[in-house]
């Protein structure tokens, strides 16, 4: 005779109760998989906690730079003044700031959004001084501060006047440029006592060809 078995439902019947009760369960498709994710919970008859109420706290961007406005920071090879501008936006008071570029006051100008960016560094206090060469800035006074700074930053460090036809003699070109600067922060007054020197370089040609540690 065969054997019949009968399969008593009632507990799953109970379990998925208390599952509609206190939440539900969804499936979202991913790549190669499907995996199980727990849905928001549904609160059936009593009062939602307050975790649920509160919506999570929105990220904000980060910055390196951020919570540097009480320092001293030096900033090196301004293009269009951008970077320095969106400080002085961040902080607000930027009079601790010192923004620097290679080119004229004239060729920076000539540069789309430029005048914008000055006039905001300006309007928070900033500083911003033109035709500094990083090569031959050896104290802090050349910038405008005997005692040095803080943070003494550059950003995509490149040999101005183009690109050569030669890729070594750009490659040497800026590895002395690199060089100097590295010398120049640690032999002079540029930092100050406990400052840090950054250097920005992206990846990529030429970058790097540039043989960097």
């Not at 539900?24 to 649920?52: N, T």
């Not at 032999?187 to 970058?207: F, K, M, N």
Request: glycine content about 10%.
């Amino acid at each position: 005779m065969a054997k019949i078995k009968v399969r008593d439902n009632r507990g799953q019947a109970r379990k998925k109760a208390k599952l509609a009760a206190y939440g539900k369960m969804r499936r979202v498709p991913k790549v190669g998989a499907h995996k199980l994710i727990s849905a928001a919970p549904v609160f059936v008859g009593r009062a939602v906690p307050k975790q649920h109420l509160q919506p999570p706290p929105a990220r904000k961007p980060h910055n390196l730079y951020a919570n540097d406005a009480m320092n001293h920071v030096l900033l090196l090879g301004e293009g269009d003044f951008g970077f320095a501008a969106s400080l002085a936006t961040l902080w607000g008071d930027c009079s601790r700031l010192v923004a620097t570029a290679l080119q004229s006051e004239a060729d920076v100008l000539s540069r789309a959004g430029a005048e914008d960016n000055l006039e905001t560094i300006r309007a928070c206090g900033g500083t911003v001084l033109f035709g500094v060469d990083v090569s031959r800035l050896h104290n802090g006074h050349d910038a405008g501060r005997k005692k040095g700074f803080d943070r003494v930053v550059f950003n995509f460090p490149l040999v101005s006047g183009g690109r050569p036809r030669d890729p070594p003699a750009l490659t040497a070109a800026n590895q002395l440029l690199l060089r100097e600067v590295f010398h120049n922060a640690s032999t002079g007054s540029l930092l100050a006592e406990g400052g840090e020197l950054h250097i920005t370089v992206p990846r990529g040609q030429p970058y790097d060809g540039w043989s960097l540690p």
